[in-house]
Structure formats: C-alpha cells, structure tokens
C-alpha cells in the first residue's frame, strides 16, 4: 500500500521528522536528568566536609582525630599522675575503678577500666556524672570513649565493666602533675525512660 496515497501531505521527509520527535524529546529527557544528577553530586560533594563533621562529633569519630592531632602536637609530652575515683548516690550500685592510680604522659591515648554492680533485686537505670581535680583539668581531658556519655541500665545483680578512653592534651599547665577522674552515679527516676531493659547475663 501507498503511503502518500493514504496521506497525501505527508511526505518522506515529513515522516522522517515526526518519527524524530519523540526521540528528540526523550534525548532531551536524558540530558536533564544527567545535568540534575551532575548538579547535585556537585552539591553533595560541596556540603559532605560539613556533614561528615557532623556526623563525627556526634558520634564521637572527630575525638579520635583530635585524639591524634594532640598526640602529633609539637608540644613535648610529660608526666602525668593521674588518680581515679568513683561514688554512686544511694541507688544500690557498688561503683568503684579498677585502677586507683596510673602514671602517663600527656598525648597518651589512657584505657582505664570502672566496675558495677547492682546490689538491688530490681533494675537500676544511672548516669555517671564526672568530675576533677583540679576542677580546670577538666577541660583538658579528651574522651573518646566513656559510659558517662548515655544512661545505662543495670539488670538486678548485674556486674558489668565499662571503660574510659581519653587523653590529656599537652596544653595542660605544668603546674598541673596530677589529675584526678571522679565519677557519681545518679538513678534516673523510672519516669523519665520509656521502659526498662530485660535483665542481662552478669559479666565478672
């Protein structure tokens, strides 16, 4: 059959043109969507330095860079005794470190272990509340690491051992030689947390 007997006006190049159509839009489409994903991969890359900054501060990943950039510090390092204590406020919980006292150098990345036990038949939810000695030491303590930072829940007679990593910055005063860590466990009242865990294997 004919084509240009059945539509006359139509022509070879006409057709031509109206079968490019449709393909030049989708082309068109193509385009667009590539620019966009172009567009916002430079966008992303533009903002991800502030999002991953973020991310680790609240994370707690940015204390271990900064962990590192005091331990490469130029600043010399040197000794330090640090002591250790620990209180809790009459919520049933045998609180105490497992090391009273420790010798380190300042941009030292310090592992120091406290131990828990709750003496109660009912769970225990506490936060540790820290505190130093002297009381300005304390901004120069870098934690990377410490179950002061979240509330924890203790199952009845669970006795759990939880670390604290941290470094003391080289920018400490040199009339600071000795550094006291001390920890308070307060109970959270049962009110303010949603629900209490199951009771958990005790861990000596």
Known sequence: MDVQRLNPGLSPDGAAAAHSLPRATGNRRIAAGLLAVVVGSLLFVSVQPRLYRAFCEWSGLYDIDRAEQLATSLIPARPVTLEFDANSHDNGLRFR???ASLAVKTGEIVNVMYRVENTRDVTVIGQAVP?????????YVKK???????????????????????????????????????YT???????????SAAPAESRM
């Open 97 to 99: 470190p497992e090391t």
């Open 131 to 139: 505190s130093y000695g002297p009381q300005h030491a304390g901004g």
């Open 144 to 182: 990377l690491e410490c179950f002061c930072f979240k509330q924890q829940t203790f199952a009845p007679h669970e006795v759990r051992d939880m670390p604290v990593v941290f470094v003391l910055d080289k920018k400490l005063p040199d009339d600071v030689n000795t550094v006291t860590l001390s």
């Open 185 to 195: 466990f307060f109970e959270v009242p049962a009110g303010s947390v949603k629900s």
